[in-house]
């Protein structure tokens, strides 16, 4: 995941990313020393750019000492607000982050690195140029860190094979009518979870995607204003309501207390999810061995078109408002593509952004071998979902959960949900036009 800097300072809520963070140290910009030592200011999560390597980069770079501040978003904004941003941060690819011109373009940079080069960038890095109007082509503003299609679907086979239904294919994207028919036939024969699409983690993203493989748009081509009452925009709403509905999977109304599919996937009590090829980093324990062995990955079902969105391609970009663009850089040169990028590629926890560091992919058991082939597979259709920057996903899912949530318990149909969800979302796009001017 990645993020930003800035040049204008006003800021709107969510203007930038969500993956939120704990405790945050002190931080002061960064710059050369007496010495000679350059500091530069990381904002990113422990859990992600640890402490041994932060010291293994001071080691094979004396000029430079990282000064490292937890990842938080707020104090973040407040940063690029007073003018005073961190060197290099974390974050997803945001049209509004672009737009308010707070992350430095990178292709200069690229051309030069003898770490990273341009054609070992896999076509997900693209969400991360921005051309004045759209993502996917332009400037480059930031590097993916690791990624994974994500609406693909892990499915347990015994557990399917057990309640006598056909597992979903390997090879072809299902319908995502299947998906629900196979979630009640497996609910039929007594599979309790039978199929989670992680919906505490946002169904906006899902949505859009579901009304882009049917050849339809949530926003006009200037991104200025929602339409989500299209027929196409019904059917995504009204699918989501049959899910609930079916009951053959959490929802917001009936969620599961570890807040994730993780636990009830490994300890067979779900029989599908809607994860990444990233879900399988679990599998290693010794716990879920046993569920393992029996899962493989299925492509991500379709409404039509074949469309499999990236909702994070997480990653690091330098503030625009960075005084040391060189050495944050030549920070994200070892961090994207040194060894903890190897590390990050060998542990089976994402796929890399670049095509050299997929030989690092474990292979050893079946189940890895098979989710690398689907995930190559994917990548020939992973590409932008349109992405405002007067609006994000995070400011509008709320509603749609909301609207979902009384279409399930019969208290409003498909129609006056997508009616009620556009006011709103036109309501937020004109005000985020205003702030960003």
Excluded: H
């Excluded at 929602?226 to 109304?253: C, F, H, M, N």
């Excluded at 010794?286 to 299925?298: G, H, K, M």
């Excluded at 005084?323 to 593509?337: C, L, P, T």
């Amino acid at each position: 995941m990645s993020n930003t800097t800035p040049r204008r300072t006003a800021l709107s809520a969510g203007a930038l990313l969500a993956t939120g963070a704990l405790a945050l140290t002190g931080c002061t910009a960064g710059g050369a020393n007496a010495a000679g030592v350059t500091t530069v200011t990381v904002m990113y999560a422990t859990s992600e750019f640890t402490a041994d390597q932060v010291k293994a980069f001071e080691k094979e770079n004396p000029d430079i000492n990282i000064e490292f501040v937890e990842f938080d978003t707020n104090r973040l904004n407040a940063m690029l607000t007073a003018g005073d941003p961190p060197d290099l941060v974390r974050g997803k690819p945001s049209a509004n982050l672009f737009a308010r011109e707070l992350a430095a373009p990178l292709d200069d940079f690229l051309a030069d690195s003898e770490v990273i080069k341009k054609d070992d960038l896999l076509p997900v890095n693209d969400l991360w140029r921005w051309n004045g109007t759209e993502r996917g082509s332009g400037e480059l503003y930031g590097l993916v860190k690791d990624f994974s299609p994500d609406t693909t679907f892990w499915q347990n086979e015994a557990m399917f094979e057990a309640a006598g239904v056909e597992p979903l294919s390997t090879t072809e994207p299902s319908s995502w009518d299947d998906i629900i028919e196979k979630g009640v036939a497996l609910k039929a024969a007594g599979v309790e979870l039978p199929i989670g699409i992680e919906w505490q983690w946002g169904i906006g993203s899902l949505f859009q995607e579901m009304v882009e493989q049917q050849g339809e748009k949530i926003f006009n081509d200037d991104l200025t204003e929602a339409d989500v009452t299209s027929p196409e925009a019904i059917r995504a709403i009204q699918w989501l309501i049959d899910y609930g509905k079916a009951d053959v999977g959490p929802t917001s109304l009936d969620p599961l207390a570890a807040g994730q599919d993780g636990p009830a996937y490994t300890s067979a009590e779900m029989a599908a999810t809607m994860d990444g090829y990233w879900f399988a980093g679990q599998f290693t324990a010794e716990e879920a061995a046993r569920v393992a062995s029996t899962s493989t990955l299925a492509p991500a079902p379709t409404f039509g078109e074949r469309i499999s969105a990236v909702n994070g391609a997480v990653g690091a970009w330098i503030p625009e408002g960075s005084d040391n663009k060189e050495e944050a850089w030549r920070v994200m040169e070892y961090f994207i593509g040194g060894q903890p990028a190897i590390d990050r590629a060998k542990s089976g926890w994402g796929l890399p952004g670049l095509q050299s560091m997929w030989e690092y992919l474990p292979t050893k058991e079946p189940y890895q071998q098979q989710a690398i082939e689907v995930a190559k597979q994917e990548m020939e259709y992973v590409v932008p979902l349109q992405d405002s920057p007067y609006l994000s996903v995070e400011q509008w899912n709320p509603e749609l959960d909301k609207g979902v949530q009384a279409g399930i318990l019969g208290e409003k149909t498909a129609k006056q949900i997508a009616e009620e969800l556009e006011d709103r979302m036109n309501t937020l796009l004109a005000q985020g036009k205003d702030q960003l001017g």
